[in-house]
């Protein structure tokens, strides 16, 4: 099925409700030093250059990535300064729900490592902060990843010995028990599914929001969002000491020791347009979703759990460890729209139905077709949906008889207090996403490429990148400094980082080389930076 019908444009409701604080504009600020007073700031310029913000690490981007990025480096004692274009949740995280899932991952691969750490993170984060628990709507609701074919479920016993192995407790339900424990769903004779009852949910937006109010608690951080945050540019440094800048609408932001891209799928363009290297630029490709919340139907039980069809697995299959992924992984697998079944209900009540996934371009406005699609493909596992599906229906057929596609559809898609969310997965091509340093450019480091998980994997990704760039301070401390102003700034940056470095911190970077951008760019397209 292609995606082919367009709804007026209009703004999405992702980004309307999630941009909740006004642009601000850049200001002149120079976060100097670690720790130091944001009030003591210099004003505007230097003797040594026109820099409008100085910090440590400069990170693009105010999506979960980057979010947890900074906290991560403010813990360690490194000043942060966040540029983002738009507003928190512009991009793919503002339409992610929050499924913080195993039952689908392949226990084993470097996917999982991440995934698993993280959710060990998320679990440490709620249990030392019972306020935040609550304020990212923390929900123990288990996962059911529901098979529909006695072939499925075989495959399902396969999956709960691998899960039981690497101690995430699985439990297998036959078409009896489910009755029980999800009374909504209706599966066909032999259908079945593995409960994980430790997976869990979160609201993603929320937990955005509270990520940036965390950071903006330290005197070492400042978030520019808005025009004057959109990154037009980068002049990356000649050499190892001399630090890189960032060209913005609001003027150059340089970067004392890191640059950081967790621009989502953005990030392409912009290493492409500072390295010279278009290749960086197809490593990742918007694959787009949508994602349905609708008032709890009338007469419809409850869904109790998060569930996911078995088909869901398949997203998740190429990315499961293999450093060199086939030809499979090219983006241009599944052109056609993937609609696979997802339901969980929020910590308010509504129902969250997803998703779809397509390679359909940078375009974000809600497509009829695509959630009629959803809604019907949900029906079918859970029945009380069918008069809803009926009517998104309607509404998917009154836009392609519409001569033009202004007005066929309402914000609800044809089902009355529906909204659809609408995001663009950042897809690494291969499925897995980059996380370190991009060699050949010191100090500039990557994170993105997440795809689904990214609201799951932010914690341990913060961490990794972190780890990746207090080594490289570290390492510039130690070496012969090239002028002398470097070198104090270095060596006090250095001092802050390589403390927080020697904090017991079990994360070593060798188990996630992988994850390395010029690994992941060598495994999709066989060359390594710099040698195109
Ligand atoms: C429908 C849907 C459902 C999902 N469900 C889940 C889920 O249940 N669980 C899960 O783990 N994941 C889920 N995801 C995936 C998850 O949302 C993403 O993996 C994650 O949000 C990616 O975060 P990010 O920070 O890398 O990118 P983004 O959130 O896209 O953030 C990148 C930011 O960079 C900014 N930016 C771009 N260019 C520039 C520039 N030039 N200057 C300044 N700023 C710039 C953008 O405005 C944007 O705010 C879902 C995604 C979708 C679409």
Same mark, same amino acid.
């Given at each position: 099925?292609?995606?082919?019908?367009?709804?007026?444009?209009?703004?999405?409701?992702?980004?309307?409700?999630?941009?909740?604080?006004?642009?601000?504009?850049?200001?002149?600020?120079?976060?100097?030093?670690?720790?130091?007073?944001?009030?003591?700031?210099?004003?505007?310029?230097?003797?040594?250059?026109?820099?409008?913000?100085?910090?440590?690490?400069?990170?693009?981007?105010? !999506?979960?990535?980057?979010?947890?990025?900074?906290?991560?480096?403010?813990?360690?004692?490194?000043?942060?300064?966040?540029?983002?274009?738009?507003?928190?949740?512009?991009?793919?995280?503002?339409?992610?729900? !929050?499924?913080?899932?195993?039952?689908?991952?392949?226990?084993?691969?470097?996917?999982?490592?991440?995934?698993?750490?993280?959710?060990?993170?998320?679990?440490?984060?709620?249990?030392?902060?019972?306020?935040?628990?609550?304020?990212?709507?923390?929900?123990?609701?288990?996962?059911?990843?529901?098979?529909?074919?006695?072939?499925?479920?075989?495959?399902?016993?396969?999956?709960?010995?691998?899960?039981?192995?690497?101690?995430?407790?699985?439990?297998?339900?036959?078409?009896?028990?489910?009755?029980?424990?999800?009374?909504?769903?209706?599966?066909?004779?032999?259908?079945?599914?593995?409960?994980?009852?430790?997976?869990?949910?979160?609201?993603?937006?929320?937990?955005?929001?509270?990520?940036? %109010?965390?950071?903006?608690?330290?005197?070492?951080?400042?978030?520019?969002?808005?025009?004057?945050?959109?990154?037009?540019?980068?002049?990356?440094?000649?050499?190892?000491?001399?630090?890189?800048?960032?060209?913005?609408?609001?003027?150059?932001?340089?970067?004392?020791?890191?640059?950081?891209?967790?621009?989502?799928?953005?990030?392409?363009?912009?290493?492409?347009?500072?390295?010279?290297?278009?290749?960086?630029?197809?490593?990742?490709?918007?694959?787009?979703?949508?994602?349905?919340?609708?008032?709890?139907?009338?007469?419809?039980?409850?869904?109790?759990?998060?569930?996911?069809?078995?088909?869901?697995?398949?997203?998740?299959?190429?990315?499961?460890?293999?450093?060199?992924?086939?030809?499979?992984?090219?983006?241009?697998? %599944?052109?056609?729209?993937?609609?696979?079944?997802?339901?969980?209900?929020?910590?308010?009540?509504?129902?969250?139905?997803?998703?779809?996934?397509?390679?359909?371009?940078?375009?974000?406005?809600?497509?009829?077709?695509?959630?009629?699609?959803?809604?019907?493909?949900?029906?079918?596992?859970?029945?009380?949906?069918?008069?809803?599906?009926?009517?998104?229906?309607?509404?998917?057929?009154?836009?392609?008889?519409?001569?033009?596609?202004?007005?066929?559809?309402?914000?609800?898609?044809?089902?009355?207090?529906?909204?659809?969310?609408?995001?663009?997965?950042?897809?690494?091509?291969?499925?897995?996403?980059?996380?370190?340093?991009?060699?050949?450019?010191?100090?500039?480091?990557?994170?993105?490429?997440?795809?689904?998980?990214?609201?799951?994997?932010?914690?341990?990704?913060?961490?990794?990148?972190?780890?990746?760039?207090?080594?490289?301070?570290?390492?510039?401390?130690?070496?012969?400094?090239?002028?002398?102003?470097?070198?104090?700034?270095?060596?006090?940056?250095?001092?802050?980082?390589?403390?927080?470095?020697?904090?017991?911190?079990?994360?070593?970077?060798?188990?996630?080389?992988?994850?390395?951008?010029?690994?992941?760019?060598?495994?999709?397209?066989?060359?390594?930076?710099?040698?195109?």
């Amino acid at each position: 099925m292609q995606s082919t019908l367009r709804v007026q444009p209009r703004s999405l409701p992702a980004q309307g409700r999630c941009a909740s604080r006004r642009p601000r504009i850049l200001r002149p600020l120079h976060v100097a030093q670690p720790l130091q007073q944001r009030s003591a700031v210099l004003a505007r310029g230097t003797a040594a250059s026109d820099d409008t913000l100085t910090a440590d690490v400069v990170i693009v981007g105010a !999506g979960i990535v980057g979010l947890f990025a900074a906290a991560d480096l403010l813990k360690a004692g490194l000043s942060v300064a966040l540029l983002e274009r738009k507003g928190l949740c512009a991009g793919a995280t503002g339409a992610g729900q !929050g499924y913080l899932w195993r039952a689908h991952r392949n226990p084993g691969s470097v996917g999982w490592a991440l995934a698993a750490r993280s959710v060990a993170l998320w679990h440490r984060l709620v249990e030392a902060d019972p306020a935040f628990r609550e304020a990212i709507e923390w929900q123990d609701c288990g996962s059911l990843l529901v098979a529909t074919s006695p072939s499925e479920a075989a495959s399902l016993s396969e999956r709960q010995m691998h899960l039981n192995e690497v101690g995430v407790r699985a439990s297998y339900m036959d078409g009896r028990r489910l009755a029980d424990a999800e009374p909504g769903l209706a599966l066909p004779p032999g259908g079945a599914a593995l409960l994980v009852g430790a997976d869990t949910q979160i609201n993603g937006r929320k937990a955005a929001h509270i990520l940036l %109010d965390k950071c903006r608690a330290s005197p070492a951080f400042t978030d520019v969002m808005g025009e004057g945050g959109e990154v037009q540019g980068l002049e990356l440094a000649a050499g190892p000491g001399g630090g890189h800048v960032v060209r913005t609408k609001g003027g150059r932001v340089r970067a004392r020791h890191a640059l950081v891209l967790a621009a989502g799928v953005w990030t392409g363009g912009l290493l492409a347009g500072a390295t010279g290297d278009q290749e960086w630029k197809a490593l990742l490709q918007p694959r787009r979703g949508h994602l349905l919340e609708l008032p709890q139907p009338a007469g419809m039980p409850r869904v109790v759990h998060g569930m996911m069809e078995m088909s869901y697995t398949k997203h998740y299959a190429h990315a499961s460890g293999a450093t060199t992924p086939g030809p499979t992984a090219s983006v241009t697998e %599944d052109a056609e729209v993937d609609i696979t079944f997802t339901a969980t209900t929020s910590a308010s009540g509504t129902l969250l139905i997803g998703s779809s996934r397509e390679f359909s371009g940078w375009e974000t406005d809600p497509s009829p077709a695509v959630v009629s699609a959803i809604m019907q493909r949900a029906a079918l596992f859970l029945p009380g949906l069918q008069p809803a599906a009926a009517q998104a229906a309607a509404a998917a057929a009154a836009a392609i008889g519409s001569s033009s596609s202004s007005g066929s559809s309402s914000s609800s898609a044809g089902v009355p207090g529906m909204t659809v969310r609408v995001g663009l997965r950042p897809y690494a091509v291969g499925g897995l996403p980059m996380v370190g340093p991009v060699a050949g450019a010191p100090g500039l480091f990557v994170a993105a490429g997440h795809e689904g998980s990214g609201l799951c994997m932010g914690p341990a990704t913060g961490q990794l990148l972190s780890r990746h760039v207090r080594k490289h301070v570290g390492a510039a401390a130690a070496a012969p400094a090239s002028s002398s102003s470097s070198a104090s700034s270095t060596s006090s940056a250095a001092a802050a980082g390589g403390a927080a470095a020697k904090k017991a911190d079990s994360l070593d970077t060798r188990s996630f080389e992988d994850l390395l951008p010029d690994v992941r760019r060598k495994a999709a397209f066989g060359s390594a930076a710099g040698k195109k």
